[in-house]
């Protein structure tokens, strides 16, 4: 990764930050999905330098970094016109070679809870040979669930909560359909980088960034 | 200064006075066709706000038992139709003048300095910078909220009463500086200039802004502010006029007055925000923040009680600010101090 | 006899007060109309009008959306607040209910002390005023040109046009004497009395097959309101500090509130059932406003 740019977030009193991240990312998803390849693997990470997550203080910060091994990926990506019609909220500098001297390195990796009730009905849709949407809205029959009569004997996927992770996330408006859902993001830092490639929101469970 | 503040009763109406915003869907390439904006009930599933017990994370059976405890919630929401591009907003604005005159007051020495000290402030400015920004505020659609972010093209046309409209392409107003220049947008500051200095009886503007923001895209609304537990089922509760979506006029107001650029820090990068709205403490809500307090000796009461009474501030931005407070209007007597 | 009146046609009015009375909420109080019709005349006068005297008024409501809640399943109405300005340390200030409403209102004022050669000159300085002041502490977003009717009190027709212009509208007159009657034929405080008007009765009735109906019923018919007409001063004339103008004796009092009712225009036969005026009974400490029609019905 030796190239970059960096994209700040203006929010005002009219404005608040995380309003922009899901307008910001939006367009950043668009740009990541048409750049991936064959194999659906894309070429720009993404950082975010004031990321935290230490107990109760959870942001993104103000700012990422969208990261490509040379600059013609970046320039092919074109993220100021991308951004063009937040413009008045965004600023983004041109694209510079990462600095040398750098604090190491670190993976940002989208999070999904285990129990996302899509996640579960998916599964149970190629266990029993249903489609998706049959999954969710069918009722499944429970075997006997012992003694505990707060245990139902049935229950539908689609009436299941979403349930939420400690970790800062961007409200994301899915492509296909007009559900929102929560893009969780945890960091975690490495002392040496790991080449690899990137999802369509420009993260990854092994592939490193440099952080500085 | 011997002289003592000793209006216990200071009360000053405000001189600009929006209406409500109203909400219609139209397309950017035939305006003629219109339709108000309607709120429609949404039912959502609430997420569990507190951290899962790994126990009940890993199964399903048990995080069912969980959720039959009921969490559905209804929300207001509105939005483009399908065959809707445009976003259209309109209010009226009107414009007073009489600054120089509080609606009550009963201070002698207040009243024996004060008026002078303001027609001083409209003989020497005539309100040319407050003017100016007030305009560009209108110029830029910042009324629009977060309706306005990630709009392709936004118009505002402008009337103000003499038959001609003034259209302004929001999109080359900055949100963050007031360094404008522009024919029309001078001419629009030059009306409210008159108003607020009472060389006409009153100004209204009406103001049509459009935005491009996409088929059937998220429309927002004000928020309602329901006092008690009157909620019912809704978790959130959205304003609406006879069926129309809308925007609070406090609202509208609000953007308008964003033109605070004199309050400390606001050049400092980790501390300025760009413009705030004219408040007595420079209060931002959204952040939950005063950028004027009395410890800095920047609130509006530290600065009103020299600067009504003669005495000069250390410059004129100020100035502008205090005369800011002053048309936004408010209860400042003593008693209304913290 | 000829009466100049005064229309002033559909006044919009934002955000306007909605405290009725100390103690309820809706139409704006009949003291803050009046107290709009007095601030309109004092300004006639600094404009050199002079000899105007605006010495009575109607009020017809043409559209009112009070701005209350009520979710699905609630019981009662939850005021809709506006939130104040943060404080010096950036929290959140307590909420104050103050309730609030828009409305449309056309007024009917009684003009005396007009001479017609200032006609033009009055009803530009009308027009102009208008816009520049507040109603009942709400903001005028639009009003209609006002207009100058002469109309002959034994000509049925003319006041009945005059009227018309009313409509389509509500008009507030004064029902004092439904009160006074159950005070003085059943005794009751004048409270209860206010009460017993505004409550609703719900009777169940059983016939000699076992079947139940119920009818809600009211004392009395019509649209009745409770409204605060004026203040009975409770200390002498005096001085008090912090009082808002230094230049006029100052008094504590209470709120006077007794029953209104809405009535269409064209109910209305004469024009002092409509027009209220300010009456001051010092004797009494007293300060009301109140319709001659009522008033001579109590025969006070």
Not at chain 1, 49 to 60: E, I, M, Q, T, Y
Not at chain 2, 33 to 50: E, H
Not at chain 3, 97 to 111: D, K, M, Q
Not at chain 3, 161 to 184: A, D, F, I, P, T
Request: proline share 5%; glycine share 8%; hydrophobic share 40%.
């Amino acid at each position: 990764m030796r190239f970059y740019l960096e994209i700040t977030l203006l929010p005002n009193p009219e404005v608040g930050l995380n309003f922009l991240w899901s307008k910001v990312f939006h367009q950043l998803h668009l740009g990541f999905v048409e750049m991936l390849d064959a194999d659906k693997r894309g070429a720009i990470g993404v950082g975010f330098p004031k990321h935290c997550a230490d107990g109760k203080r959870l942001g993104l910060g103000d700012k990422c970094r969208l990261f490509a091994e040379d600059e013609a990926t970046l320039e092919r990506f074109a993220a100021p016109q991308r951004l063009a019609r937040l413009s008045d909220y965004v600023h983004c500098t041109g694209i510079r070679p990462v600095p040398d001297k750098l604090l190491g390195y670190a993976v940002y990796r989208r999070v999904q809870p285990k129990t996302n009730p899509e996640r579960l009905a998916r599964r149970y849709a190629r266990r029993h040979g249903v489609d998706l949407a049959t999954a969710l809205n069918m009722t499944v029959e429970l075997r006997a669930a012992g003694d505990n009569p707060a245990y139902p004997l049935s229950f539908r996927y689609c009436d299941m909560l979403k349930p939420s992770v400690a970790l800062p996330f961007i409200r994301l408006q899915s492509l296909s359909g007009g559900q929102t859902f929560c893009l969780w993001i945890s960091k975690t830092e490495t002392v040496a980088p790991v080449t690899g490639s990137f999802s369509a929101y420009g993260l990854s469970s092994v592939a490193t960034v440099p952080e500085f | 200064m011997a002289a003592k503040n000793d209006a216990t009763v200071l009360a000053f109406e405000k001189k600009l006075v929006p209406s409500d915003g109203y909400l219609y869907g139209t397309t950017w390439n035939d305006r003629s066709n219109l339709k108000p904006l309607a709120l429609t009930p949404k039912s959502v599933r609430g997420t569990i706000s507190n951290r899962l017990k790994p126990a009940l994370q890993n199964d399903p059976l048990k995080l069912n038992a969980e959720v039959e405890k009921p969490n559905l919630q209804t929300v207001d929401a509105c939005a483009l139709a399908e065959d809707q591009d445009t976003l259209k907003l309109s209010f009226t604005l009107k414009v007073l003048g009489g600054v120089d005159k509080p609606s009550a007051c009963n201070g002698p020495n207040f009243n024996a300095s004060y008026p002078g000290v303001a027609q001083a402030y409209i003989e020497q400015e005539g309100f040319t910078e407050l003017a100016k920004r007030y305009a560009v505020n209108i110029a830029n659609a910042r009324y629009l909220w977060r309706n306005r972010v990630g709009a392709e093209k936004i118009e505002v046309v402008v009337d103000t009463g003499d038959g001609e409209q003034l259209v302004f392409d929001a999109k080359q107003f900055s949100l963050r500086d007031f360094n404008a220049a522009n024919m029309d947008l001078q001419k629009l500051a030059g009306k409210i200039a008159d108003a607020l200095c009472g060389r006409l009886p009153y100004l209204l503007i009406s103001v049509e802004a459009y935005a491009l923001v996409g088929k059937a895209q998220e429309v927002y609304p004000s928020e309602e502010l329901i006092l008690g537990n009157g909620k019912g089922d809704k978790s959130k509760i959205l304003y609406a006029v006879n069926g129309t979506a809308a925007l609070h006029s406090q609202k509208i107001g609000n953007a308008i007055r964003t033109i605070d650029t004199w309050y400390p820090g606001h050049d400092d990068g980790a501390i300025g925000i760009g413009p705030i709205a004219i408040e007595p403490y420079g209060a931002v809500t959204n952040l939950g923040k005063a950028f004027r307090t009395p410890k800095d000796k920047a609130d509006f009461y530290s600065l009103f009680d020299r600067f009504a009474l003669g005495e000069k501030l250390s410059n004129k931005d100020q100035e502008h600010y205090v005369m800011a407070v002053l048309v936004r209007g408010g209860v400042f007597g003593q008693s209304g101090k913290e | 006899m000829t009466r100049r009146l005064l229309l002033i046609p559909h006044l919009q009015i934002h955000n306007a007060n909605a405290m009725s009375s100390p103690y309820t909420i809706g139409f704006p109080a009949m003291t803050a109309w009046l107290g709009g019709v007095h601030a309109l005349q004092r300004h006639l006068r600094q404009q050199g009008l002079t000899d105007i005297e605006l010495t009575g008024a109607a009020i017809s409501c043409h559209r009112f959306d009070l701005q209350t809640h009520k979710g699905q399943g609630d019981f009662v109405h939850s005021i809709v607040g506006t939130a104040n300005p943060l404080d010096k340390d950036g929290g959140r200030p307590a909420f104050v209910e103050e309730a609030r409403c828009h409305l449309e209102v056309s007024l009917l004022i009684e003009l005396q002390g007009f001479d017609t050669d200032e006609r033009e000159r009055l009803e530009a300085t009308l027009n102009q005023q208008l816009c520049r002041m507040k109603w009942a502490g709400g903001d005028v977003l639009a009003v209609k040109p006002v207009e100058i009717h002469t109309v002959d009190e034994d000509d049925d027709h003319s006041v009945r046009k005059l009227l018309n212009r009313l409509m389509l509208g509500y008009v507030l007159v004064e029902r004092r004497e439904l009160m006074v009657q159950v005070m003085r034929d059943e005794g009751r405080d004048a409270l209860d009395a206010l009460l017993d008007f505004l409550k609703l009765m719900h009777r169940s009735e059983q016939d000699e097959n076992g079947k139940v109906t119920w009818s809600s019923q009211r004392k009395a018919p019509g649209w009745l309101v409770p409204i605060a007409v004026g203040f009975q001063g409770i200390s002498e004339l005096g001085q008090a500090a912090n009082q808002r103008d230094l230049g006029t004796p100052h008094r504590f009092a209470e709120s006077v509130v007794t029953l209104g009712e809405f009535k269409m225009p064209y109910r209305i036969t004469n024009l002092d059932d409509v027009l209220w005026q300010y009456h001051a009974d010092t004797e009494r400490n007293l300060y009301l406003c109140r319709t001659l029609t009522a008033a001579n019905l109590i025969g006070d």
